[in-house]
């Protein structure tokens, strides 16, 4: 790659901010295809695509599926939005939408169980979110790792170890 190469002065943080800037004239202009009553399943379905990949590259912190449900509200106060425009809402076509966001979220999605599946395959999909679990304990806590966390980082990974192996006395004595 050449010193003057345009894409070494993109960082990705470059691509986040203009995604950012376009959300607005991307959902206005979703909204007045559907206000004018030219949506078809075509334009919808290329609105729906567009304006999910947008969302994504905006807000790469947001969790895929709560992006999803955001474009799924939108999407289905326009088509139904539309409807006070006297357009007839078009089941197929908000059916189209959907899918059209399925083929977006799907994939990402399969990503994500692929890398649990490199990482740990045997470990429960109950426990694998990238939520943290909500706080039941006291609000303030000491950030220092227990000695036991430490512990249970410095060992080795292993599978075929009983369940209780890490926690065994060090030496042997009971």
Do not use: C
């Not at 912190?61 to 509200?73: E, H, K, P, Q």
């Not at 399969?110 to 470990?123: P, V």
């Not at 227990?146 to 080795?156: A, Y």
């Amino acid at each position: 790659m050449s010193r003057l190469h345009p894409l070494r002065f993109i960082t990705p943080r470059h691509i986040q901010r203009a995604a950012q800037l376009l959300i607005a004239p991307i959902m206005i202009g979703i909204a007045l295809v559907y206000a004018q009553g030219s949506a078809d399943m075509i334009r919808a379905a290329a609105g729906s695509y567009l304006l999910a990949i947008t969302l994504l590259l905006a807000f790469p912190n947001i969790r895929s599926g709560d992006l999803a449900m955001t474009a799924v509200l939108f999407l289905t106060g326009a088509e139904f939005g539309s409807a006070l425009q006297g357009t007839p809402v078009d089941f197929a076509r908000w059916l189209v939408t959907m899918g059209t966001l399925g083929t977006v979220v799907v994939p990402l999605k399969a990503q994500r169980f692929r890398a649990l599946a490199l990482h740990d395959g045997w470990s429960p999909i109950a426990g694998a979110g990238r939520r943290r679990p909500r706080a039941t304990g006291p609000i303030i806590t000491d950030p220092r790792p227990s000695p036991m966390r430490v512990e249970m980082l410095l060992l080795p990974h292993r599978t075929d170890a009983p369940l209780g192996a890490a926690l065994q006395p060090i030496g042997g004595h009971r």
